[in-house]
């Protein structure tokens, strides 16, 4: 099958537009015989769910955890990217879709980014009007502050909690339609197969994970809004339960999987603490607005600082190498996140590291300066003479803690360090997933009838996403695309009635579920999930993490085969399928990362180039920069499932640029 | 990260193999728990150990683990999301215990909180209050006005943040002796009624919430705040004062 983005004719400013016009319709009583599962209630999710029932279908959405407010779009936190140009900085649709793209490292879908930049100005309104708190000035104004890769000021934030507000906003939503009927929850529910019948996505077969019971659902319509991947690294910032079933069974029933080694390994997170570790949490990038990152400039401090003889804040200003500030003089400590993340490498690789753990993998990100330059400024404002260094700290403090104050208590609660007194350790680890499911222009995958939004998708964000934009495109995606491209499919079934669910289709998708299951419990073997899961991370970050290199992928595709037939020989899955059963539920989710893992490597070794978060080190200029490869790779690698995952068939989708120059990255 | 030590513990676990079965506490010997480890990586490697016994695994909820979600709620000494203050069970670290200490273990009680599994109950009650009114009735369109068509003083707009931080974990039911949702649906409730945009149906939110809150069996406020020091994310016990005052105001103009 070759692979139509189906993106619009026409200029590229007017492409949504022109397209929008140009789909079909459904009529608003029609709708009411019309549909939709929702597999997700993040923000793609919750948003997509909330206005496809507002417009009239009739919405079913699932999700894995008791409540759909507790997906875990609800943890970010820095912000969210409009193009609104409130700071009158030179923002525009047209900077926005730029940055994106350029931060993508050249490497999303044109169409895709400008309608996404288009729809984010709308995405502040929707939510105000919510009554989503977002920070305001004094003048009762919206606020914004700066992330990563850019030159401007665009993005809107409620203190270090925006993935919460926008969150529970678009649950607001969801609650209102499910208090009228229009949507049906399914908590505690977890989609472990899509129903394809007569060629089109036709319904789920979802587990009740309180009972364990079985469930068919059918629509006309499946829409995939499970998230990302990263928990194939084991640790990550993802929550405990994300996974990648969802789409991974869809990818198994025909839908293909895009750029799946596109992964975001995010620079600033609390160091591993040891081997009990289950998981990481990020700092949000919006520290780095003021924190600078370091290292010590000696070795022996290094090593000193580590074995905890000496502190930080004792070493002299001249002996501390602020090494993004030298080698990206320009963005500072606001380059990307793959080019921070792969600095800090760089430094602790050379041995430069100031965490005392295994691998001795830790920076400094130091806010002393920035307490000073606040304290000054309010100083300055309070009208206090001749202010004493103590009180320039105090009042900086102060200024600090109202940024930032829920992620410094965090940082301290976890390190039992305090921010304010001595810099934060932080160290890269992995957070999102910019590859996915294959969709075209109106979010639909290789399989008729089934779509996939947010960063279940790959489109937006190339190989590298730039910070708050990814609850931007949950909510695009959500709030203002789907719900209009989805039309132009469903206008066909307006005449087609429910769709039953005893079909053949339903019935063998039903008992492979079912002999998936008990297979898992009748393996009886020695290890628990967690082991194999635990080793599956091992492979992934130390072969298929920041940095990668022939011969380690080719290890890694080795060993994850392996390590899936000791799996499946050797796995202990206490209790029964029809019970709450958490080990279960993780036995499924691993045997999927197991498979995923295997074709995530194969990508990463089929990519013969660096970009964005993907590096390979056959690939790199004398300065230690990706190296991209346009002539060669200037595609989407889609992947077709056969059976095996090593034998996966690459298709490509290739990336036009019309509207932005290809250039080699530079924030120096 | 640096003062890492391990210690030796005894839990009591609550377990009840589920909704209508009989519960009991049981006891474990946990050894070599590192102080670095948060209290759900501890109960991680009580899992480990049990499943490699040929036991079976303690259910509890969890998700996050940063303590945003909202999903883990263990009782511990007594105490929702046990002795630290400001704290979900997933951030309090295990460096709050001592050698030799005995930590129980139980779930949330509260009538409408009935456990399904273990440490697991069904908090849907919060649900439907929130399904009751704890929304704006604006439809998603593209249209709605510009963001900044209506200025908000940044002292409300702060308050309607501080009490939208409300993570619905049920910490101020557990640790009610009324088993009230009173701090939670004040919580809505005050977002709300601090913004414009709350305000055209405000008088029946809070008349539909509270209705609601009665219903699924939630107990009434005796205003001791027990809530408010409970809370995870400190919510005010103003919060509760400001639903009393939109409640009245309802009740006498409906």
């Given at each position: 099958?070759?692979l139509?983005?189906?993106?619009?004719e026409?200029?590229?400013?007017?492409?949504?537009?022109?397209?929008k016009?140009?789909?079909?319709?459904?009529?608003p009583?029609?709708?009411?015989?019309?549909?939709?599962?929702?597999v997700?209630?993040?923000?793609?999710?919750?948003?997509?769910?909330?206005?496809?029932?507002?417009?009239g279908?009739?919405?079913?959405?699932?999700?894995?955890?008791?409540?759909?407010?507790?997906?875990?779009?609800i943890?970010?936190?820095?912000?969210?990217?409009?193009?609104?140009?409130?700071?009158?900085?030179?923002?525009?649709?047209?900077?926005l879709?730029?940055?994106t793209?350029?931060?993508?490292?050249?490497?999303?879908?044109?169409?895709?980014?400008?309608?996404?930049?288009?729809?984010?100005a709308?995405?502040?309104?929707?939510c105000?009007?919510?009554?989503?708190?977002?920070?305001?000035?004094?003048?009762?104004?919206?606020?914004?502050?700066?992330?990563?890769?850019?030159?401007?000021?665009?993005?809107?934030?409620a203190?270090?909690?925006?993935?919460?507000?926008l969150l529970?906003?678009?649950?607001?939503?969801?609650n209102?339609?499910?208090?009228?009927?229009?949507?049906?929850?399914?908590?505690r529910?977890?989609m472990?197969d899509?129903?394809?019948?007569?060629?089109?996505a036709?319904?789920?077969?979802?587990?009740?994970?309180?009972?364990?019971?079985?469930?068919r659902?059918?629509?006309?319509?499946?829409?995939l809004?499970?998230?990302?991947?990263?928990?194939?690294?084991?640790?990550?910032?993802?929550a405990?339960?994300?996974?990648?079933?969802?789409?991974?069974?869809?990818?198994?029933?025909?839908?293909?999987?895009?750029?799946p080694?596109?992964?975001?390994?995010?620079p600033?997170?609390?160091?591993?603490?040891?081997?009990?570790?289950?998981?990481?949490?990020?700092m949000?990038?919006?520290?780095?607005?003021d924190?600078?990152?370091?290292v010590?400039?000696?070795?022996?401090?290094?090593?000193?600082?580590?074995?905890?003889?000496?502190?930080?804040?004792?070493?002299?200003e001249?002996?501390?190498?602020?090494?993004?500030?030298r080698?990206?003089?320009s963005?500072?400590?606001?380059?990307?996140?793959?080019?921070?993340s792969?600095?800090?490498?760089?430094?602790?690789?050379a041995?430069?590291?100031?965490?005392?753990?295994?691998?001795?993998?830790?920076?400094?990100?130091d806010?002393?300066?920035a307490?000073?330059?606040?304290?000054?400024?309010?100083a300055?404002?309070?009208?206090v003479?001749?202010?004493?260094?103590?009180?320039?700290?105090e009042?900086?403090?102060?200024?600090?803690?109202?940024?930032?104050?829920?992620l410094?208590?965090?940082?301290k609660?976890i390190?039992?360090?305090?921010?304010?007194?001595?810099p934060?350790?932080?160290?890269?680890?992995?957070?999102?997933?910019?590859?996915?499911i294959?969709?075209?222009?109106?979010?639909?995958?290789?399989?008729?009838?089934?779509?996939?939004t947010g960063?279940?998708n790959?489109?937006?964000?190339?190989?590298?996403?730039?910070?708050?934009?990814a609850?931007?495109?949950?909510?695009?995606?959500?709030y203002?695309?789907?719900?209009?491209?989805?039309?132009?499919y469903?206008?066909d079934?307006?005449?087609?009635?429910?769709?039953?669910?005893?079909?053949?289709a339903?019935?063998?998708?039903?008992k492979?579920?079912?002999?998936?299951?008990?297979?898992f419990?009748?393996?009886?073997?020695s290890k628990s999930?967690d082991?194999f899961?635990?080793?599956?991370?091992?492979?992934?970050?130390?072969?298929v993490g920041?940095?990668?290199?022939e011969?380690?992928?080719?290890?890694?595709?080795k060993?994850?085969?392996?390590?899936?037939?000791?799996?499946?020989?050797?796995?202990?899955?206490?209790?029964?399928?029809?019970?709450?059963?958490?080990?279960?539920?993780?036995?499924?989710?691993?045997?999927?990362?197991?498979?995923?893992?295997?074709?995530?490597?194969?990508?990463?070794?089929?990519?013969?180039?660096?970009?964005?978060?993907?590096f390979r080190?056959?690939?790199?200029?004398?300065?230690?920069?990706?190296?991209?490869?346009d002539?060669?790779?200037?595609?989407?690698?889609?992947?077709?499932?056969?059976?095996?995952?090593s034998?996966?068939?690459?298709?490509?989708?290739?990336?036009?640029?019309?509207?932005?120059?290809l250039?080699?990255?530079?924030?120096k | 990260?640096?003062?890492?030590?391990a210690?030796?513990?005894?839990?009591?676990?609550?377990?009840?193999?589920?909704?209508?079965?009989?519960?009991?506490?049981?006891?474990?010997k946990?050894?070599?728990?590192?102080?670095?480890?948060s209290?759900?990586?501890?109960?991680d490697?009580l899992?480990?150990q049990?499943?490699?016994?040929?036991?079976?695994?303690?259910q509890?909820?969890?998700?996050?683990?940063?303590?945003i979600?909202?999903?883990?709620?263990?009782?511990?000494?007594?105490?929702?999301?046990?002795?630290?203050?400001?704290?979900?069970?997933?951030?309090?670290h295990m460096?709050?215990?001592?050698?030799?200490?005995?930590?129980?273990?139980?779930?949330w009680?509260?009538?409408?909180?009935?456990?399904i599994?273990?440490?697991?109950?069904?908090?849907?009650?919060?649900?439907r209050?929130?399904?009751?009114?704890?929304?704006?009735?604006?439809?998603?369109?593209?249209?709605?006005?510009d963001?900044n068509?209506?200025?908000?003083?940044k002292?409300?707009?702060?308050?309607?943040?501080?009490?939208?931080?409300?993570?619905?974990?049920?910490?101020?039911?557990?640790?009610?002796?009324?088993?009230?949702?009173?701090l939670?649906?004040?919580?809505?409730?005050?977002q709300y009624?601090?913004?414009?945009?709350g305000?055209?149906?405000?008088?029946?939110?809070?008349?539909?919430?509270?209705?609601?809150?009665?219903?699924?069996?939630?107990?009434?406020?005796?205003?001791?705040?027990?809530?408010?020091?409970e809370?995870?994310?400190?919510?005010?016990?103003e919060?509760i004062?400001?639903m009393?005052?939109?409640?009245?105001?309802?009740?006498?103009s409906?």
């Amino acid at each position: 099958m070759s692979l139509d983005s189906k993106i619009p004719e026409g200029p590229i400013a007017d492409k949504w537009t022109n397209h929008k016009n140009n789909i079909r319709l459904v009529n608003p009583a029609n709708k009411r015989n019309i549909d939709v599962i929702v597999v997700g209630t993040g923000l793609a999710g919750g948003s997509a769910s909330a206005t496809l029932a507002e417009l009239g279908y009739n919405v079913k959405a699932f999700c894995y955890q008791d409540s759909p407010r507790r997906a875990h779009s609800i943890a970010a936190q820095g912000g969210i990217n409009a193009a609104k140009n409130y700071q009158g900085d030179g923002d525009s649709t047209y900077r926005l879709f730029y940055d994106t793209v350029k931060g993508g490292d050249y490497r999303s879908r044109e169409a895709n980014v400008y309608r996404l930049a288009e729809v984010s100005a709308n995405i502040i309104d929707q939510c105000v009007a919510q009554g989503v708190p977002f920070a305001r000035d004094y003048g009762g104004l919206l606020d914004n502050r700066s992330f990563g890769g850019v030159l401007v000021s665009r993005t809107f934030y409620a203190k270090g909690q925006t993935g919460q507000q926008l969150l529970l906003g678009a649950y607001s939503a969801m609650n209102r339609q499910i208090a009228k009927g229009k949507i049906q929850m399914y908590n505690r529910h977890e989609m472990l197969d899509v129903v394809i019948v007569d060629g089109k996505a036709r319904g789920i077969i979802a587990r009740n994970l309180v009972t364990g019971e079985i469930e068919r659902h059918s629509a006309h319509a499946v829409v995939l809004a499970s998230g990302g991947y990263g928990n194939v690294f084991f640790l990550s910032t993802n929550a405990m339960g994300s996974n990648v079933t969802a789409a991974w069974k869809a990818h198994k029933k025909g839908a293909y999987f895009a750029n799946p080694c596109f992964t975001q390994i995010h620079p600033t997170c609390v160091p591993v603490h040891g081997a009990q570790q289950s998981k990481l949490t990020l700092m949000s990038e919006s520290l780095r607005n003021d924190g600078r990152i370091w290292v010590p400039k000696k070795k022996e401090d290094a090593e000193a600082v580590r074995k905890g003889t000496l502190k930080p804040t004792d070493i002299k200003e001249e002996d501390r190498d602020y090494y993004l500030e030298r080698r990206y003089p320009s963005f500072g400590n606001l380059v990307p996140r793959d080019v921070a993340s792969r600095a800090a490498k760089e430094r602790c690789d050379a041995g430069y590291g100031v965490v005392d753990n295994d691998t001795k993998e830790g920076v400094f990100l130091d806010f002393a300066s920035a307490i000073t330059r606040y304290g000054k400024e309010e100083a300055n404002v309070k009208g206090v003479e001749n202010p004493t260094d103590a009180q320039i700290k105090e009042m900086g403090k102060k200024v600090i803690a109202n940024k930032y104050g829920n992620l410094f208590d965090m940082y301290k609660n976890i390190t039992a360090e305090d921010p304010y007194e001595t810099p934060m350790r932080i160290y890269p680890a992995v957070h999102y997933t910019m590859g996915g499911i294959w969709v075209d222009y109106n979010l639909m995958t290789t399989v008729p009838g089934l779509y996939a939004t947010g960063e279940a998708n790959f489109s937006d964000h190339g190989a590298n996403r730039l910070g708050a934009s990814a609850l931007m495109q949950g909510l695009a995606d959500g709030y203002f695309v789907l719900p209009y491209t989805i039309g132009d499919y469903l206008a066909d079934d307006i005449r087609t009635g429910p769709i039953p669910t005893d079909s053949k289709a339903f019935d063998e998708a039903e008992k492979k579920v079912k002999d998936e299951i008990n297979s898992f419990l009748n393996i009886k073997g020695s290890k628990s999930v967690d082991y194999f899961h635990k080793k599956l991370g091992q492979i992934m970050w130390n072969k298929v993490g920041m940095s990668r290199n022939e011969q380690g992928l080719k290890e890694a595709i080795k060993e994850i085969a392996e390590l899936r037939d000791q799996f499946y020989k050797d796995v202990r899955v206490p209790g029964s399928g029809d019970e709450m059963n958490a080990e279960l539920e993780k036995a499924g989710r691993v045997a999927d990362f197991l498979e995923l893992g295997e074709l995530f490597a194969r990508d990463a070794l089929e990519r013969e180039e660096s970009c964005g978060g993907h590096f390979r080190e056959e690939y790199q200029t004398e300065e230690g920069e990706a190296l991209r490869r346009d002539d060669e790779f200037t595609y989407v690698a889609a992947w077709e499932y056969t059976g095996n995952p090593s034998e996966a068939i690459l298709h490509k989708e290739e990336l036009n640029y019309e509207n932005i120059e290809l250039k080699t990255r530079s924030y120096k | 990260m640096s003062a890492d030590k391990a210690i030796n513990i005894t839990l009591k676990v609550w377990r009840q193999k589920n909704a209508d079965a009989k519960g009991a506490l049981e006891t474990y010997k946990l050894d070599g728990v590192s102080t670095s480890s948060s209290f759900l990586e501890m109960m991680d490697q009580l899992n480990e150990q049990l499943i490699n016994e040929g036991g079976s695994p303690v259910q509890f909820d969890h998700d996050c683990r940063e303590g945003i979600c909202g999903s883990c709620n263990m009782y511990i000494n007594g105490q929702p999301h046990g002795p630290a203050s400001l704290n979900t069970t997933c951030q309090l670290h295990m460096r709050s215990f001592k050698d030799g200490d005995t930590i129980y273990v139980e779930p949330w009680r509260a009538k409408a909180f009935p456990v399904i599994k273990d440490l697991v109950v069904d908090r849907s009650a919060f649900d439907r209050i929130q399904q009751a009114g704890g929304f704006v009735s604006v439809n998603t369109s593209g249209n709605t006005q510009d963001a900044n068509a209506i200025p908000i003083e940044k002292d409300n707009a702060d308050m309607a943040f501080d009490a939208a931080t409300c993570i619905g974990c049920g910490a101020c039911v557990a640790a009610c002796k009324n088993a009230s949702a009173s701090l939670f649906v004040a919580a809505k409730v005050s977002q709300y009624a601090l913004l414009p945009q709350g305000q055209v149906e405000a008088k029946d939110r809070v008349l539909n919430m509270v209705k609601q809150a009665q219903k699924e069996g939630f107990g009434p406020c005796s205003n001791t705040g027990a809530c408010e020091v409970e809370c995870p994310k400190g919510i005010s016990l103003e919060n509760i004062a400001r639903m009393n005052r939109e409640y009245l105001a309802a009740s006498l103009s409906k």
